[in-house]
């Protein structure tokens, strides 16, 4: 009797290939698309969202054409509680959150897989660019950067559990971009030559300032922006429309252009400095809340320094550091600590340092003040 695998289908050309591979390889294949809180009254606006309205009824037209079931799955209180909540507390503390990775921890490999199981699947899958294998000798899942660098997604990935992984297929893992959208031709799905999403879901038009002023308008009480030197330069509309590294809504007049260098939730300051100031750049980068993937944790010990490629957020480029475990804390409190070989812009409090060596993803945690 086949195995029963339900794929997690987002409405995209990806999710859609993912399915139809999975039915070619024998599975018994189900289709889950889930929905996911929104602002309200907006919900039937969300024309490119993954979890929205139009995001259902086009998984359901590739379900259709597959042969197979779907279902919507309502996930929208358990998606307020795990992601909306922190997503608007982070913003408070000063801090920039990535709800993708969230979603991915709590949502797509965990609440899935509680409903998958309901329906009589052990496995979810789903149409990200990532791999997973399990090494004898660790004996340990190890996660893999997708075979496209281009499309890895990995990085959003790193907060998988061992549990988490082991009951995880990701058939696109070993394609190119290119050639999941032939396949998807060759099938005639519908969404064959839909475009990829590019926003957050739960964020119209990425306006998250606008977002954050329905949510929590205590985020964006107007500050001073200030000099890394305490100097006044001017007001600020509010610490949650900014990050580490960001020009825009800068109003100040400068004979060159500023960037956001340090935020200051106690204070309401934001402090800005021009590109190339030491403010903006740091080499030692320390994150908690850790996460092992590919590797066990260390022992009492610590880690041993090892060479990596580090990464500190999704779009920025993997760059040659020196990892280690930091010496302020063990267990539950441990930190990670990478130094850069050069100095890194713009580690932002909230986004995630994220180490490999190879295509492995050896561990993961979030970048801390």
């Given amino acids: 009797m086949a195995e029963r695998i339900v794929v997690g ?10 399915a139809a591979m999975l039915m070619d390889q024998g599975f018994e294949v189900i289709g889950a698309t889930m929905l996911v809180w929104t602002p309200p009254g907006i919900e039937m606006e969300y024309a490119d969202s993954c979890c929205g309205l139009s995001a259902a009824e086009d998984a359901r037209r590739v379900c259709q054409r597959l042969g197979i079931r779907h279902y919507v799955l309502d996930f929208k209180d358990v998606f307020y509680e795990r992601i909306i909540k922190n997503y608007v507390e982070e913003y408070r503390q000063g801090r920039t959150p990535n709800p993708c ?3 991915n921890e709590f949502i797509k490999f965990d609440a899935l897989l509680q409903r998958a199981r309901a329906l009589g699947a052990e496995r979810v899958a789903t149409g990200h660019y990532a791999r997973i294998r399990f090494d004898e000798t660790r004996q340990r899942w190890v996660l893999l950067r997708g075979a496209d660098r281009r499309k890895d997604q990995s990085y959003a990935l790193y907060r998988l559990s061992q549990e988490q992984l082991s009951r995880t297929l990701f058939p696109l893992g070993h394609l190119h971009k290119p050639q999941v959208r032939e396949a998807a031709a060759a099938l005639d799905l519908p969404t064959a030559g839909k475009p990829d999403s590019q926003e957050t879901c739960f964020v119209p038009d990425n306006d998250y300032p606008s977002l954050l002023r329905i949510l929590a308008p205590d985020t964006l009480h107007p500050g001073s922006f200030q ?3 305490g100097e006044v330069l001017g007001r600020h509309e509010g610490l949650a429309a900014y990050t580490l590294g960001q020009r825009k809504r800068i109003n100040v007049g400068s004979p060159v252009p500023l960037y956001v260098s340090q935020i200051i939730p106690a204070e309401n300051i934001v402090t800005i400095a021009p590109a190339g100031h030491p403010s903006l750049e740091r080499r030692t980068v320390e994150a908690a809340e850790i ?3 590919s590797i066990p944790p260390p ?3 610590g880690l041993d320094e090892m060479s990596v490629q580090a990464r500190i957020r999704y779009n920025a480029t993997d760059q040659p550091a020196t990892l280690s475990t930091s010496p302020s804390g063990l267990g539950e409190t441990a930190r990670i600590r990478a130094v850069f070989d050069l100095p890194v812009r713009a580690a932002t409090p909230g986004q995630s340092l994220v180490c490999y060596q190879g295509d492995e993803l050896l561990v993961g945690g979030l970048i801390s003040g």
């Fill in 299 to 301: 022992g009492p010990a």
């Fill in 291 to 293: 996460n092992w993937v």
């Fill in 101 to 103: 990775i969230r979603c």
């Fill in 9 to 18: 289908m987002s409405g995209g050309v990806d999710s859609s290939v993912a």
């Fill in 227 to 229: 000099s890394p030197e």
